[in-house]
C-alpha cells in the first residue's frame, strides 16, 4: 500500500484514541470519584487539567512541528499521551491522576497540532478531499461511540480500562508512524513563544483554580481574589506582549476580522454552553438516577446522534448557504435544547431529556462543519494554521471556564437548596444539615444518603434529589442564555465579504492545525 495511505491510517488511529479519551471521560467520573475517595474539585480537574494543557499548548507545539518536524512532534505526543494514559489507569490517588490528565494535554496538543498538516502535505487534489473526509469520518465516529465505550470498560472492567485501552493503540501508533510516514517541516518557520506561552497558561491556569476552589473556600478568600485577579493581570500581559512581538503566539490582528471574532465566540460559547454541562448530566444519570455507565453513556448517544445526522446536512449546504445562516440558528437550536432540559424534576425520569438531547444535538451539528471555515476561510492560507490553532484553543478554553465556572455556580445552588429544606425539619439539625449539603455539593449525594439516620432518609432524600435538580437547572438556564447570546453575535459578525478570496473551496472542509499547511518534505520514515 502507498506510503500515504499509511499517514492517513496513523493519523486516523491516533485522532480516534484522543477523541475518544475527551468524551470516554465522563461517564467514568461517579466511579472515579468513589474510587480515589475524590472531592468534587478532583473531579472538575480530572477535566481541566487535560483542557488546560491542551488549550495553553497547542500553538506552541504548533511552532515546534513547523520548526523540528511534524512527524517527530506526532511521534512525541503518541509517546506522551500512551505514557500519560498508563499513568491516569494506574493513579492511586486523585493528585497523581490529574497530573497525568495534565501530561494527557500536552501529549494531546501534540497531536492536535499536527494530525491534519501531515494529510496536507501528504495529500494533493481529490485525494486530499478523501483523506480529510475519512478523518471526519473518524472524528465523528469517536465523538458518538466515546461515552458507550467508556460506559462498558467502567461497568464491565473498572474505570481504569478508560485510560489503559489507550496503551496498545498508542504502541501501535508509534510503530505506524516511525516506519511509515514521511517527515516535513516549514522553510522559514518562527520559533516559539515563550512570553506567550508562560502568561498565556498562567492565567487560564490561574483563573479556573480561583473558579473551581470558589465553590469551597467562597468568593471573599485571599485564595480566590487573589487567584483571579493574579489571573487578569497575566492575561493582560499576555495581550501586550502579543501585541508587541513580531512573531506572537496569537496574532491579535485577525481579532479585527468580524468574522474571525464570531467563529472564536462560538467556538467558546459551545463548549462553555453545552459540553460543559455533560460533566453535569452524568453526575445526575448515575447519581440521582441511578444508571450504570454503560446505562448512562447509552442514553448520551441521543445526544451524539443528533450531531451526527445534522452535520452530514451542514456539511453539503455550507457551499450553498451563508455560513452565518448555520452557525447562528445551529446555536439557537442549541440554547432552546439546553433549556428544554430544564424540564427535568425531582421525580422524573431520564426521558425528560430527549427533548433537549435532539434539538441541542441537531443544532451542534449545524455549527461544527461551517465553523472551522470562519477560522481559515478569513485569512490568508500562511496564518490559516495560527488561525485554526485558536478556534481550538477557544473550544478548550470554553470547556475548562465552563465546568470550573457551571460548577461554582452548581455547588453554591445545591449547598443553599439542601441548607434551606433540612435545617430543623425531618430530625436533621442545623449542623447536619450543612453536612449533607457540602457533600452533595461536592458531588457525591449517594454516599451522604448512606450516613442519613433511617428516621430522616425519605425527607433528606426527597431534598437532596430536589436541590440537586434545582442546581442543574440553573446552569442549563446560564448555559441556554450564552448560547443564545452567542448566536445573536455570530449572526451580527460573520459576513461572506470577510472571506478571502479562493476561501470557498475551504468552506465546509477540515481546517489545518495549528502548523502551516506550506510544507516540504525532508526525509523518508
Same mark, same amino acid.
Given at each position: 500500500?502507498?506510503?500515504?495511505?499509511?499517514?492517513?491510517?496513523?493519523?486516523?488511529?491516533?485522532?480516534?484514541?484522543?477523541?475518544?479519551?475527551?468524551?470516554?471521560?465522563?461517564?467514568?467520573?461517579?466511579?472515579?470519584?468513589?474510587?480515589?475517595?475524590?472531592?468534587?474539585?478532583?473531579?472538575?480537574?480530572?477535566?481541566?487539567?487535560?483542557?488546560?494543557?491542551?488549550?495553553?499548548?497547542?500553538?506552541?507545539?504548533?511552532?515546534?512541528?513547523?520548526?523540528?518536524?511534524?512527524?517527530?512532534?506526532?511521534?512525541?505526543?503518541?509517546?506522551?499521551?500512551?505514557?500519560?494514559?498508563?499513568?491516569?489507569?494506574?493513579?492511586?490517588?486523585?493528585? &497523581?491522576?490529574?497530573?497525568?490528565?495534565?501530561?494527557?494535554?500536552?501529549?494531546?496538543?501534540?497531536?492536535?497540532?499536527?494530525?491534519?498538516?501531515?494529510?496536507?502535505?501528504?495529500?494533493?487534489?481529490?485525494?486530499?478531499?478523501?483523506?480529510?473526509?475519512?478523518?471526519?469520518?473518524?472524528?465523528?465516529?469517536?465523538?458518538?461511540?466515546?461515552?458507550?465505550?467508556?460506559?462498558?470498560?467502567?461497568?464491565?472492567?473498572?474505570?481504569?480500562?478508560?485510560?489503559?485501552?489507550?496503551?496498545?493503540? =498508542?504502541?501501535?501508533?508509534?510503530?505506524?508512524?516511525?516506519?511509515?510516514?514521511?517527515?516535513?517541516?516549514?522553510?522559514?518557520?518562527?520559533?516559539?513563544?515563550?512570553?506567550?506561552?508562560?502568561?498565556?497558561?498562567?492565567?487560564?491556569?490561574?483563573?479556573?483554580?480561583?473558579?473551581?476552589?470558589?465553590?469551597?473556600?467562597?468568593?471573599?478568600?485571599?485564595?480566590?481574589?487573589?487567584?483571579?485577579?493574579?489571573?487578569?493581570?497575566?492575561?493582560?500581559?499576555?495581550?501586550?506582549?502579543?501585541?508587541?512581538?513580531?512573531?506572537?503566539?496569537?496574532?491579535?490582528?485577525?481579532?479585527?476580522?468580524?468574522?474571525?471574532?464570531?467563529?472564536?465566540?462560538?467556538?467558546?460559547?459551545?463548549?462553555?454552553? &453545552?459540553?460543559?454541562?455533560?460533566?453535569?448530566?452524568?453526575?445526575?444519570?448515575?447519581?440521582?438516577?441511578?444508571?450504570?455507565?454503560?446505562?448512562?453513556?447509552?442514553?448520551?448517544?441521543?445526544?451524539?446522534?443528533?450531531?451526527?445526522?445534522?452535520?452530514?446536512?451542514? =456539511?453539503? &449546504?455550507?457551499?450553498?448557504?451563508?455560513?452565518?445562516?448555520?452557525?447562528?440558528?445551529?446555536?439557537?437550536?442549541?440554547?432552546?435544547?439546553?433549556?428544554?432540559?430544564?424540564?427535568?424534576?425531582?421525580?422524573?425520569?431520564?426521558?425528560?431529556?430527549?427533548?433537549?438531547?435532539?434539538?441541542?444535538?441537531?443544532?451542534?451539528?449545524?455549527?461544527?462543519?461551517?465553523?472551522?471555515?470562519?477560522?481559515?476561510?478569513?485569512?490568508?492560507?500562511?496564518?490559516?494554521?495560527?488561525?485554526? =490553532?485558536?478556534?481550538?484553543?477557544?473550544?478548550?478554553?470554553?470547556?475548562?471556564?465552563?465546568?470550573?465556572?457551571?460548577?461554582?455556580?452548581?455547588?453554591?445552588?445545591?449547598?443553599?437548596?439542601?441548607?434551606?429544606?433540612?435545617? =430543623?425539619?425531618?430530625?436533621?439539625?442545623?449542623?447536619?444539615?450543612?453536612?449533607?449539603?457540602?457533600?452533595?455539593?461536592?458531588?457525591?449525594?449517594?454516599?451522604?444518603?448512606?450516613?442519613?439516620?433511617?428516621?430522616?432518609?425519605?425527607?433528606?432524600?426527597?431534598?437532596?434529589?430536589?436541590?440537586?435538580?434545582?442546581?442543574?437547572?440553573?446552569?442549563?438556564?446560564?448555559?441556554?442564555?450564552?448560547?443564545?447570546?452567542?448566536?445573536?453575535?455570530?449572526?451580527?459578525?460573520?459576513?461572506?465579504?470577510?472571506?478571502?478570496?479562493?476561501?470557498?473551496?475551504?468552506?465546509?472542509?477540515?481546517?489545518?492545525?495549528?502548523?502551516?499547511?506550506?510544507?516540504?518534505?525532508?526525509?523518508?520514515?
Amino acid at each position: 500500500m502507498d506510503r500515504k495511505w499509511w499517514t492517513l491510517i496513523a493519523v486516523c488511529v491516533a485522532t480516534f484514541m484522543l477523541l475518544i479519551d475527551v468524551t470516554i471521560v465522563n461517564v467514568a467520573l461517579p466511579n472515579i470519584q468513589s474510587s480515589l475517595h475524590a472531592s468534587f474539585s478532583d473531579v472538575q480537574w480530572v477535566i481541566d487539567a487535560y483542557s488546560l494543557m491542551l488549550a495553553a499548548l497547542l500553538l506552541t507545539a504548533g511552532s515546534l512541528a513547523d520548526l523540528f518536524g511534524r512527524r517527530l512532534v506526532f511521534t512525541s505526543g503518541l509517546v506522551v499521551f500512551t505514557v500519560s494514559s498508563l499513568l491516569s489507569g494506574l493513579a492511586t490517588t486523585p493528585l &497523581l491522576l490529574n497530573l497525568a490528565r495534565g501530561a494527557q494535554g500536552v501529549g494531546g496538543a501534540m497531536l492536535f497540532a499536527t494530525s491534519l498538516a501531515l494529510l496536507a502535505q501528504t495529500f494533493r487534489g481529490r485525494e486530499r478531499g478523501t483523506a480529510f473526509g475519512a478523518w471526519g469520518a473518524i472524528t465523528g465516529l469517536a465523538v458518538a461511540i466515546g461515552p458507550v465505550i467508556g460506559g462498558a470498560l467502567t461497568s464491565a472492567l473498572s474505570w481504569r480500562w478508560i485510560f489503559l485501552v489507550n496503551v496498545p493503540i =498508542g504502541i501501535m501508533g508509534v510503530i505506524l508512524t516511525l516506519t511509515r510516514v514521511d517527515e516535513s517541516r516549514q522553510h522559514g518557520a518562527r520559533r516559539p513563544d515563550i512570553i506567550g506561552l508562560v502568561t498565556f497558561s498562567g492565567a487560564l491556569g490561574a483563573i479556573v483554580y480561583g473558579l473551581i476552589k470558589s465553590s469551597t473556600l467562597g468568593w471573599g478568600s485571599t485564595t480566590i481574589v487573589a487567584c483571579l485577579v493574579g489571573g487578569a493581570v497575566l492575561l493582560i500581559a499576555f495581550l501586550v506582549a502579543e501585541a508587541k512581538q513580531s512573531a506572537p503566539m496569537f496574532d491579535l490582528s485577525l481579532f479585527r476580522k468580524p468574522t474571525f471574532v464570531g467563529g472564536s465566540i462560538t467556538a467558546f460559547a459551545l463548549s462553555a454552553g &453545552l459540553f460543559a454541562l455533560l460533566l453535569y448530566l452524568t453526575l445526575y444519570l448515575q447519581d440521582i438516577l441511578g444508571y450504570s455507565p454503560l446505562q448512562a453513556g447509552l442514553r448520551l448517544l441521543v445526544l451524539s446522534g443528533g450531531i451526527l445526522l445534522t452535520s452530514t446536512v451542514a =456539511g453539503r &449546504l455550507t457551499t450553498q448557504v451563508p455560513i452565518r445562516l448555520l452557525i447562528g440558528p445551529g446555536l439557537a437550536l442549541v440554547a432552546v435544547g439546553i433549556y428544554l432540559m430544564r424540564g427535568i424534576g425531582p421525580s422524573t425520569g431520564w426521558t425528560h431529556l430527549i427533548p433537549g438531547f435532539i434539538v441541542a444535538g441537531a443544532g451542534t451539528g449545524l455549527i461544527n462543519p461551517p465553523l472551522a471555515s470562519t477560522a481559515i476561510g478569513v485569512v490568508e492560507p500562511q496564518d490559516a494554521g495560527m488561525a485554526s =490553532g485558536i478556534n481550538t484553543t477557544f473550544r478548550q478554553v470554553g470547556i475548562a471556564t465552563g465546568v470550573a465556572g457551571l460548577g461554582s455556580i452548581f455547588s453554591h445552588q445545591v449547598r443553599t437548596k439542601i441548607v434551606a429544606g433540612l435545617s =430543623g425539619a425531618g430530625g436533621i439539625g442545623v449542623t447536619a444539615a450543612h453536612r449533607i449539603a457540602t457533600g452533595v455539593s461536592q458531588g457525591d449525594p449517594a454516599s451522604v444518603l448512606r450516613s442519613v439516620p433511617h428516621r430522616a432518609l425519605t425527607h433528606t432524600t426527597a431534598v437532596v434529589h430536589a436541590s440537586f435538580v434545582d442546581g442543574l437547572k440553573e446552569i442549563f438556564l446560564i448555559g441556554a442564555i450564552l448560547a443564545a447570546a452567542a448566536s445573536v453575535l455570530s449572526l451580527a459578525l460573520i459576513r461572506n465579504k470577510d472571506f478571502t478570496a479562493g476561501a470557498a473551496h475551504d468552506r465546509g472542509g477540515a481546517a489545518p492545525s495549528p502548523a502551516s499547511a506550506d510544507v516540504a518534505p525532508v526525509g523518508e520514515g
